[in-house]
């Protein structure tokens, strides 16, 4: 049973640049949660998705997108990058309701110069 | 405002010695608490998960409490090995309108042992 997985792993982009990170959720769950972390500090939550549409909403810009599709896979975009969304982004899977346990896949690493 | 809190920063001991990571947390309603591992450049891995009606979980060395009165969690670590090494991130778990679980995240509790 595959957990969360992420991709890719990596990646470096210009400045101004657009970014897709995707994310496949783990076997049997329903929800797509996204978050950002920088270098020595806790995951900031962005937004979460449950059938296909954005149910909440961290304190992030719109240039902060996201989609879920059919089969719970998730997409989070980045548009008009800035050195400052230089970070760690993670993807966490969850079913559905109050006390499930949190997955949370090995992260893409994005540098923007 | 919703916060997460942990102490201390970071924490240097010796392999084989126990050692107490701290959590205070000022977020209501409170739906649970959760302890993740975190190796550096990599994704947390959950440890424990407790409602407010545990005090305690075990998950091998690792040793969770809560006292939801005081809003105050720790995690145990016994025997610490080399691969404990890691940071040690607290979460709490907020219910928003609709039902829905929102994590509010510590920012972690570096922890070092050295052989």
């Known amino acids: 049973d595959a957990g969360v997985t992420q991709s890719p792993t990596h990646l470096i982009k210009t400045r101004g640049q657009q970014v897709t990170l995707r994310c496949s959720p783990k076997?049997?769950?329903?929800?797509v949660s996204w978050y950002q972390q920088a270098l020595g500090q806790g995951p900031q939550f962005i937004f979460q998705?449950?059938?296909?549409?954005?149910?909440q909403r961290g304190n992030f810009p719109d240039r902060f997108s996201g989609h879920q599709f059919p089969n719970y896979s998730s997409e989070l975009n980045v548009n008009a990058l800035l050195l400052g969304d230089s970070a760690l982004y993670l993807c966490?899977?969850?079913?559905?309701?109050?006390?499930?346990?949190?997955?949370f896949g090995q992260g893409t690493r994005l540098t923007v110069v | 405002k919703n916060q997460v809190e942990q102490s201390p920063q970071s924490l240097i001991i010796l392999e084989g010695k126990n050692c107490t990571l701290q959590?205070?947390?000022?977020?209501?309603?409170?739906?649970?608490l959760r302890w993740y591992k975190q190796d550096t450049g990599r994704g947390p891995v959950s440890l424990t998960i407790?409602?407010?009606?545990?005090n305690t979980k075990s998950n091998g060395r690792y040793t969770a409490t809560l006292d939801a009165d005081t809003k105050q969690s720790s995690l145990h670590i016994t025997a610490s090995q080399l691969s404990d090494s890691a940071s040690y991130i607290c979460?709490?778990?907020?219910?928003?309108?609709?039902?829905?679980?929102?994590?509010?995240f510590g920012a972690g509790t570096r922890l070092a042992v050295h052989p």
């Open positions: 979460v709490v778990s907020l219910i928003v309108s609709g039902g829905y679980n929102k994590l509010i």
């Open positions: 959590c205070n947390y000022t977020v209501s309603p409170f739906s649970n």
């Open positions: 998705y449950y059938e296909e549409e954005e149910r």
């Open positions: 076997s049997g769950h329903d929800t």
């Open positions: 407790m409602t407010f009606s545990e």
């Open positions: 966490a899977s969850s079913l559905h309701g109050r006390n499930t346990e949190a997955f």
